[in-house]
T-cell receptor, first 113, second 117 residues
Framework: EDKVVQSPLSLVVHEGDTVTLNCSYE??????LLWYKQEKKAPTFLFML????IEKKSGRLSSILDKKELFSILNITATQTGDSAVYLCAPYHSGGSNYKLTFGKGTLLTVNP | DTEVTQTPKHLVMGMTNKKSLKCEQHMGHRAMYWYKQKAKKPPELMFV???????INESVPSRFSPECPNSSLLNLHLHALQPEDSALYLCASSGLAGGHGSYNEQFFGPGTRLTVL
């Protein structure tokens, strides 16, 4: 059975702190891993990771994938209150001839001023 | 245009009603998706359309009936729903060669908040 585990499930920090969010996965025919940020409405795309060991960066956010150990991390430095959201990871994989995303339960990040 | 639009934003319906959710994208994407998301839970995949053909149905009850009239539109027809079907329904699309973005990256619409009384 496909499994995606995110940790921690929730996290409360102060502005300026650095956080690391974890995602481990066991899925069939893995192709890539996506990170999304979800505030009140739809998830918004952050990163897509396909290759091991290559860090992707966007401003204060960065992410890396380890395909051997089957996990990914999302780092946020100098957190701001606007970073408060649920962060979802989702491997893109197939269980047959069709590919799909399977989402983890998410990490709820709360950044206090 | 890098946007997925969904209508209506909110919908309240009784268990005997028939209603439809609509989703539209103009990014040239050839894969479109319906997800259901309950409060404080991740999105759960319901259906995938690839080149206007249904390619994945995640064992969704027949009271949900998807339709893809063309490459830009995706509908979800609702009939005889139950109160437990109340949720946020998200549409997403992803590109194939020649469209915006890669096949893997899914762009989500804002969702339709459905309440079944």
């Amino acid at each position: 059975e496909d499994k995606v585990v995110q940790s921690p499930l929730s996290l409360v920090v102060h502005e300026g702190d650095t956080v690391t969010l974890n995602c481990s996965y066991e899925v069939t025919n893995f192709r890539s891993l996506l990170w999304y940020k979800q505030e009140k409405k739809a998830p918004t795309f952050l990163f897509m990771l396909t290759s091991s060991g290559i860090e992707k960066k966007s401003g204060r956010l960065s992410s890396i994938l380890d395909k051997k150990e089957l996990f990914s991390i999302l780092n946020i430095t100098a957190t701001q209150t606007g970073d408060s959201a649920v962060y979802l990871c989702a491997p893109y994989h197939s269980g047959g001839s069709n590919y799909k995303l399977t989402f983890g339960k998410g990490t709820l990040l709360t950044v206090n001023p | 245009d890098t946007e997925v639009t969904q209508t209506p934003k909110h919908l309240v319906m009784g268990m005997t009603n028939k209603k439809s959710l609509k989703c539209e994208q103009h990014m040239g994407h050839r894969a479109m998706y319906w997800y259901k998301q309950k409060a404080k839970k991740p999105p759960e995949l319901m259906f995938v359309y690839s080149y206007e053909k249904l390619s994945i149905n995640e064992s969704v009850p027949s009271r949900f009936s998807p339709e893809c009239p063309n490459s830009s539109l995706l509908n979800l027809h609702l009939h005889a729903l139950q109160p437990e079907d109340s949720a946020l329904y998200l549409c997403a699309s992803s590109g194939l060669a020649g469209g915006h973005g890669s096949y893997n990256e899914q762009f989500f619409g804002p969702g339709t908040r459905l309440t079944v009384l």
